[in-house]
């Protein structure tokens, strides 16, 4: 279980961060390489036109932010891992990132009407089909990172590592498993270590997958692999709080429910849980000791610590804004 020490929204703005680095510009590039290397992944699905195949690309193409797939890039880079050995990988995260989001709009759990500003998978393509592309990205993920291209000049351990690591990071004791955990915790009173394990798994595993994979690929030591295992895990938590923050704040959000006109369930997250001061707390105490663990890289850690900080920043800079 993560351990957490008081810590004060002011991480954010610590003036003996190191130089400035440009995280837009460095999202942008990588976006592009991992949009390009998802491009040639499904590639061989376009002569395809049945609708499965149009709804899992709407899935994949609809405006993600790349976060997952830049960390496992990011973390590869800080051993000098090549970005065209770790792509298939990388993508292989997003893809099971958009699966899940597909399954996790439908009716029977979260019942989202409008994802990323435009309707959902299953309003657009219906119920069945949208069931059916999120299975097939699933599966998809598995096969592109078995692909006998991905896997050339890698050693055959720590592919195999890879791969198990991802499919436990999606499967009872991730995604799925938190999934469930959450659909179960609706409309009951849940306590604070009830919320970290629905966090940590359905978000946090595999956060923390996209960041051990990465750093396993490009040849990190026990040692820095275990750094960065703390990085992935104070973030993967980080990235939950922080999505709550802002669901329950964003006017986007409030416009996205009003717009959906369905009655919302009471979930199991921090501001229901422990309100929004403390979630932020926790927020900022997150941020502080993952970049903790990203000091000894100097440097090289600069990338994961910016998308730290910008995960986190999102989220309390809309409070700030609120509270003013
Ligand atoms: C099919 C593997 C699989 C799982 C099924 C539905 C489900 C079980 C799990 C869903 C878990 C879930 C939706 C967690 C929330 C994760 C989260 C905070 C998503 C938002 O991530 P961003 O902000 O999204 O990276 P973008 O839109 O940028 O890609």
Known sequence: MIQYARASTAVLMNPNSPAPFDLGEYLRRQSTLIDKALEKQLARYSCESQTVFRALRYAVFSGGKRIRPTLTLAAAEIFGGQAENVLPFACAVELIHASSLIHDDLPALDN???????????????????????????????????????????????????????????????????????????????????????????????????????????????????????????????????????????????????ESGRTERRKATYPSVVGVVTARERLAELLQLSLQELDYFEVRGQPLAAIARYIVGRAIHLEDERST
């Open 112 to 258: 989202d009407d409008v994802r990323r500003g435009i309707p959902t998978a299953h309003k657009v393509f219906g119920e069945g089909m949208a069931l059916l592309a999120g299975d097939a990205l699933l599966t998809e993920a598995f096969r592109v990172m078995a692909d006998a291209e991905a896997v050339r000049g890698l050693a055959p351990e720590v592919v195999l590592d890879v791969i198990g690591e991802v499919a436990q990071a999606a499967g009872v004791l991730g995604l799925v498993g938190g999934q469930a955990l959450d659909l179960e915790a609706e409309e009951k009173d849940v306590d604070l270590p009830m919320v970290d394990m629905i966090h940590v798994r359905k978000t946090g595993e595999l956060i923390l997958a996209s960041v051990r994979i990465g750093a396993r690929l490009g040849g990190a030591s026990a040692d820095d692999l275990a750094r960065l295992s703390r990085y992935g895990e104070y973030l993967g938590l980080a990235f939950q709080i922080a999505d709550d923050l802002l669901d329950a704040n964003a006017s986007v959000a409030v416009a996205e429910r009003a």
